[in-house]
T-cell receptor, first 114, second 112 residues
C-alpha cells in the first residue's frame, strides 16, 4: 500500500517567516508533486520533480521553491510566507512520467499565515 | 493547452438517488480521464478512470462515460449512500501527457 506522508498537518506561521513542508513516499516513485488546494479552484500544481535533483515549475510557482535531494523526499519551501499563501498543500507521488499512472496523495498540510 | 471544466460545483441528492458529475476538456488528443474522491479531511484517491479506447467503464455503483466527439466525460453514482459524500475531482492530461489538469471539484452532499 503506497504511503505518502506529510509530516506537518497543521501549521500557523507569521508573515515573512520561512516555511518548510516535508513529504516522504515509501514506494520508490520517480515523480513527486506539490499541489495547492483552494475551494473552487481545484488542485493547482506548484512544482513537480521527475526524479532526484530534478524539478520543474508548475502552474503557480511564484513564492515557492522545492528541494529533492533524495528520491523519497520532496520539500516545499516558502521563502517568505505571505497571507495569500494560506491554503491546503497536497504532496503526491507517481511511478513514471506518464499521466496515465495513478497519483497517490498525502493527507495534506493546512497552512495559515498570519 | 488542456482546459478542464467541471460541473456542478455542488450537488445535493437524496440518499438512494443517482448523481452525475460532468467534465469537459479541450484537447482532442487527451486519452486518459481519472476521477478522484476526497472525503472530508482525507487525501484524494483514485476511484475510477477511463481511457479513450472505451466509452464506458463500471465498478459496482460507479461508472464513467466518455464522449470523445463532444469532449466530455461523466461520473455516475447510483444508489447513493452517506459515504459517497465527498469532493470529486476529474482530470485530463496536458498536451505533454506528463501532467494532469484538474477540474475545480464537485462537492456531493447525500441527504438522508
Amino acid at each position: 500500500d503506497v504511503k505518502v506522508t506529510q509530516s506537518s498537518r497543521y501549521l500557523v506561521k507569521r508573515t515573512g517567516e520561512k516555511v518548510f513542508l516535508e513529504c516522504v513516499q515509501d514506494m520508490d516513485h520517480e515523480n513527486m508533486f506539490w499541489y495547492r488546494q483552494d475551494p473552487g479552484l481545484g488542485l493547482r500544481l506548484i512544482y513537480f520533480s521527475y526524479d532526484v535533483k530534478m524539478k520543474e515549475k508548475g502552474d503557480i510557482p511564484e513564492g515557492y521553491s522545492v528541494s529533492r535531494e533524495k528520491k523519497e523526499r520532496f520539500s516545499l519551501i516558502l521563502e517568505s510566507a505571505s497571507t495569500n499563501q494560506t491554503s491546503m498543500y497536497l504532496c503526491a507521488s507517481r511511478t513514471g512520467a506518464n499521466s496515465g499512472n495513478t497519483i497517490y496523495f498525502g493527507e495534506g498540510s493546512w497552512l495559515t499565515v498570519v | 493547452g488542456e482546459n478542464v471544466e467541471q460541473h456542478p460545483s455542488t450537488l445535493s441528492v437524496q440518499e438512494g438517488d443517482s448523481a452525475v458529475i460532468k467534465c469537459t476538456y479541450s484537447d482532442s488528443a487527451s486519452n486518459y480521464f481519472p476521477w478522484y474522491k476526497q472525503e472530508l479531511g482525507k487525501r484524494p484517491q483514485l476511484i475510477i478512470d477511463i481511457r479513450s479506447n472505451v466509452g464506458e467503464k463500471k465498478d459496482q455503483r460507479i461508472a464513467v462515460t466518455l464522449n470523445k466527439t463532444a469532449k466530455h466525460f461523466s461520473l455516475h453514482i447510483t444508489e447513493t449512500q452517506p459515504e459517497d459524500s465527498a469532493v470529486y475531482f476529474c482530470a485530463a492530461p496536458t498536451d505533454s501527457n506528463y501532467q494532469l489538469i484538474w477540474g475545480a471539484g464537485t462537492k456531493l452532499i447525500i441527504k438522508p
